[in-house]
């Protein structure tokens, strides 16, 4: 019998789940989007229903197609099924559907393209803003100028693409892997590409060659373990790619492992080297899409000496702050409600966990009276070593001529064109910012 290939497995997945469903409604009545989507009078098994034929024919009712469509990812559905279902699979499924009904495929091939060309361009322009030449070779976006090991790392150190936007986050991932003796090879970026463009465009036979491509690249570990940054990557590796890719070839290639719950599975290991006290009251920025990352996150936090993490009364929501552009204003209203929520906590510095959350607070700092952090800044603080928050010290000049001053010796350093460099500025970087700067805010009153 023929092996069958990527799109046939991915259809005879979600072919079972349907099977699976039986349209009890569970996952729309957990899924925490359902009011800020218009949708709290709709019928959970009737839209649960419509979403079963969105994928079985390309459309559904209105109310199921506006339900896959507001999808932030946040996972409590999954949690909520009872019968092996994994709801927010079948809505990016949904999703591709719609796509693949609306668009002819070379259509959707083309915005594939574009939205691929888009990332690299914005990751390769920004990351060059910031880094040198060795921080750029040390995050494998250059070539190294020794000879490559030939023996395999223990675990491979997977960034994803748009961490490289924010690289200090990247490079203190690397700075604690190396003081606690973890032995690594970091892959990523677009040459190591998850396919999620692909995905997202509807070009399932791009998305197929992509994987295999990068899976072939990420099995090269000792331990068959990948270390993995980004939760877009994690979703998209652990719920599309990695079991259509079991089905076709009857294994799992690797293990994928957020580095956040793996950091905390060392953290007696890591304890011994907080050695300096970090005198601060913080809140954690949370988004709950990937099971574990924020409680790993919180512990860690907690394992500082001198830290006092604080609960803000805001919802965590999504998979990470970009999913939540499906619903704007939502989003907006959400971020400022957070902002105020950690002036009036009197916190020193509102953390959080993922480079896209950064990217969109990390301007708010000039305005509130707190700092916008990531929380391995405070561990790195804690084992007595910083990276520079050069996209922060960037952004908040708010200036395009301003950010082209201070970046000019490295654009010059790596040949970044001018004008390519102005427009990523304003649109890659300026440009994104769901919540517009509110201007100075006055610190909380005193308690």
Request: aromatic content about 6%; proline content about 6%.
């Amino acid at each position: 019998m023929q092996t069958p290939g990527f799109e046939q497995a991915l259809a005879s997945r979600v072919d079972d789940m349907i099977d699976a469903c039986t349209k009890c409604g569970a996952c729309f009545t957990a899924c925490p989007i359902v009011e800020p989507a218009g949708l709290g009078s709709a019928g959970p098994r009737d839209v649960v229903s419509g979403v079963l034929d969105i994928l079985r024919f390309g459309q559904g009712a209105a109310e199921s197609e506006k339900w896959a469509k507001a999808c932030m990812a946040s996972g409590e559905c999954i949690k909520a099924c009872d019968y092996g279902v994994n709801p927010r699979f079948l809505l990016t499924m949904a999703r591709l559907a719609m796509m693949r009904n609306d668009k002819d495929p070379t259509e959707r091939r083309k915005a594939g393209v574009m939205q691929f060309r888009k990332v690299g361009e914005d990751t390769s322009v920004l990351s060059r803003l910031q880094l040198t030449e060795e921080s750029l070779i040390r995050l494998g976006q250059k070539p190294a100028k020794e000879p490559p090991i030939a023996e395999l790392p223990d675990v491979v150190f997977y960034t994803g693409c748009n961490v490289l936007k924010t690289p200090h986050i990247a490079l203190l991932c690397l700075d604690i892997m190396d003081m606690i003796g973890t032995d690594y090879k970091v892959m990523g970026g677009p040459t190591h590409c998850c396919g999620t463009a692909q995905l997202r465009s509807g070009d399932i036979d791009t998305l197929g060659r992509f994987a295999n491509n990068t899976i072939n690249k990420l099995s090269q570990s000792k331990s068959g373990k990948v270390l993995a940054w980004c939760p877009s990557c994690v979703m998209q590796f652990g719920e599309t790619v990695l079991p259509t890719y079991e089905r076709v070839n009857g294994e799992m290639p690797f293990d994928l492992t957020p580095f956040m719950p793996f950091l905390h599975s060392r953290l007696d290991t890591l304890r011994p080297f907080l050695k300096s006290r970090v005198e601060m009251t913080v809140a954690l920025h949370r988004h709950p899409g990937i099971a574990g990352v924020m409680e790993a996150a919180e512990e860690l936090l907690n394992a500082v000496p001198g830290i006092n993490v604080v609960k803000l009364d805001v919802p965590g929501v999504g998979l990470q702050s970009v999913n939540l552009a499906t619903l704007p204003k939502f989003k907006a209203e959400l971020q400022l409600k957070e902002l105020e929520a950690a002036r009036a906590a009197k916190v020193d510095a509102l953390v959080a966990v993922y480079h896209s959350d950064h990217r969109e607070l990390c301007a708010h700092e000039r305005d509130w009276p707190f700092k916008i952090m990531n929380v391995l800044e405070i561990i790195g603080e804690s084992m007595g070593f910083r990276q520079e928050d050069h996209y922060k010290n960037l952004k908040i000049k708010q200036d395009v001529d301003a950010i082209v001053a201070d970046a000019s010796d490295l654009m010059k350093s790596h040949g970044v064109d001018l004008d390519t460099a102005r427009k990523v500025i304003v649109n890659g970087m300026l440009g994104d910012q769901p919540l517009p700067l509110q201007g100075k805010q006055e610190a909380a009153l005193p308690r």
